[in-house]
């Protein structure tokens, strides 16, 4: 029998982790399962394309990674309600009858790894989100649903700050300032989700912003060594903080428990993943 496939689309893909976390819930859960990581050409209509054959190959789920996740929100038939939030997907399921569910689970991602792993309580705390951009909006609803006293998106481009604070008007008012504007006080918790990457150059940005417990922490993850942000964040004197190791492995855990109905534990595998 044809094993059951899932595959994790992008460009680029090769460094992706999501083979390898995918593989580790099957084992740990005893199911049978292909992990693939897909490159999708930049060219137009060519993740439809590649979606539709993997669909008719077998294809039970998919992770959908950039820069394609606004792209795939139009490619399935029904769509969660925190991925309506989003205006975009990150995980899609095939179901038997042909058609398409769209799910984002990178907020959730998020919050529990902020909440269960790094021990972080949300509520009625101040947080500060650095960028305005896909990974923004993909978050903010999660995070809004933990009660935060108050977030302010702060933007090179202070208008798009401006339309990603309105369309979330209705669950709570977001505040928003251009990056050069930012300024004290201090944050509770620091998201950075700058697209500054892994070796990129950290903007300036004002001292006063961290204090003695703000925890800072970078969507993006280098198993290396810190990312740009994170050595800001030190420099600036933070004494917790983390990449977005932790948001990935929670994000995949809840694709997991949509096409698999089962939720890995995700502490064994991110120590696995780190050694
Ligand atoms: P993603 O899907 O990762 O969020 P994106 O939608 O392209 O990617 O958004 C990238 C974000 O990083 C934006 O907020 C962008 O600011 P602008 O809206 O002004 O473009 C921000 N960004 C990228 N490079 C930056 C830099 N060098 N300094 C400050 N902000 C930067």
């Excluded at 004197?237 to 428990?257: N, R």
Aim: hydrophobic share 45%.
């Amino acid at each position: 029998m044809n094993m059951n496939r899932y595959a994790v689309f992008g460009n680029p893909i090769a460094h992706s982790q999501s083979p390898l976390i995918h593989q580790l819930f099957a084992e740990q859960t005893h199911i049978s399962l292909t992990y693939e990581a897909i490159l999708v050409p930049l060219t137009l209509n060519e993740l439809s394309k590649t979606l539709d054959q993997f669909q008719k190959e077998n294809g039970k789920g998919a992770n959908i990674t950039l820069p394609f996740k606004q792209e795939a929100y139009f490619l399935v038939n029904t769509l969660s309600d925190r991925a309506i939030c989003a205006k975009a997907i990150n995980t899609i399921r095939f179901n038997l009858n042909g058609s398409r569910y769209g799910d984002n689970t990178d907020g959730i991602g998020l919050v529990r790894d902020l909440t269960l792993h790094q021990k972080q309580n949300l509520h009625n705390k101040t947080i500060l989100i650095l960028g305005a951009g896909g990974a923004v909006s993909g978050i903010l609803a999660a995070l809004i649903a933990e009660k935060p006293a108050k977030i302010l998106i702060a933007n090179r481009t202070a208008t798009k700050a401006k339309i990603l604070a309105n369309r979330f008007i209705d669950l709570m008012p977001i505040e928003y300032c251009a990056l050069e504007n930012l300024k004290k006080p201090s944050f509770d918790l620091i998201i950075n989700a700058m697209s500054v990457g892994l070796s990129g150059t950290m903007p300036v940005l004002p001292n006063g912003l961290i204090h003695a417990k703000t925890f800072c922490y970078d969507l993006v993850y280098d198993l290396s060594s810190l990312t740009p942000f994170l050595v800001w964040a030190k420099n600036q004197g933070a004494h917790s903080y983390c990449d977005g190791l932790g948001m990935l492995v929670e994000q995949a855990a809840e694709a997991f428990y949509l096409w698999h109905h089962i939720r890995p534990n995700t502490t064994k595998i991110l120590k696995i993943i780190k050694t």
